[in-house]
């Protein structure tokens, strides 16, 4: 029986452990109970906004106060400022393509695993003659803990500054912030692939005479073999240089980066632009084994600050770190000026 109506809201909502505020109010009103009915496609956080009739979007957006009208309703407001910062996250997130896995831990300690095999050095499986024991490959704890680091930012507004502003203008306010810890996220992951994470060296680096030329990016292609090279990363004077390789003039990858602002293949491999990246560097992996994410949950709020005094003096973070998997997945090229 639909109950979105009846739910008593309280902050307390947001504590409990593993489980994310829509994850709770979805145990209490599941969605699959709203198939073929007006609420269909809604899921249990967008149903109580419904309840409150609290638009959080498009031209009739509500203003601020809305959320502050009942104590009820004020507990949604932490999760409204968490999803409009990780819609910005998602906008500028390029994280997809460059970690294998995420891996949303309930803590600030954690050891990632790797794999050891007694052929090192071979890229296939062997034959093994008949009664032989097959080569072995262990996987164990790593002996080091990830370092996990804090992004956000402490917003310091009074509700009576932005009470009659509408949610619209602050949606787009918070997806910036998202944005920015996006873009921070991907710098870390970029230390990681060249400083290594504590555990496992930085890739490896091949140094260059000269400036990149294609047949530098040819040689990162066969460097990475049996790996695909499948993501490369760079920063933006070196991507501005690799476009102006005469083999990147491509008259229909042209056309796309003129039309969409999407960057070209190069060697099918996904070019990523990463704007603090060192000049003159270029990163090859295969993105599929190369790293893995951890992070401590997803986006952190001061729920209960945002419940009580609105958004004067709250913090909004993300807890992340890399782990790398497998170290011959990635590979460095530098190149001269």
Known sequence: MACYDTIHLEKGMYAMP???FTQVLEELDDSAQYVGTPLEGLDAYQRQLKRFG?????PDSDRLEKFFRSTSSAALFPEYVARA???GMESANHL???VATVTTIDALDYRAITAESESEGTFGLEETAEKAELPVTTIHTQNGLVNLKKRGRMINATYEALRFHKLDVLTVLLRQIG???AASQTEDAVNTLLNGDGVNSGAKATSLSAAMTYADLIGLWGTLSPYRLNTMLAGTKTIQEMLALEELKDATAGNNFHGTGSLCTPLGAKLIHV???AENKVIGLDHTCA???VQAGGVLTDYDKLIDRQL???AISTITGYAILFPDAAHVVNGQA
């Open 54 to 58: 609290i638009r959080v979007s498009g």
């Open 312 to 314: 004067d003096r709250s």
């Open 179 to 181: 944005v920015f810890i």
């Open 18 to 20: 593993g489980k994310s």
């Open 85 to 87: 910062v990780r819609q």
């Open 291 to 293: 790293l893995e994410m």
């Open 96 to 98: 997809g393509d460059i």
């Open 275 to 277: 704007p603090g990246m």
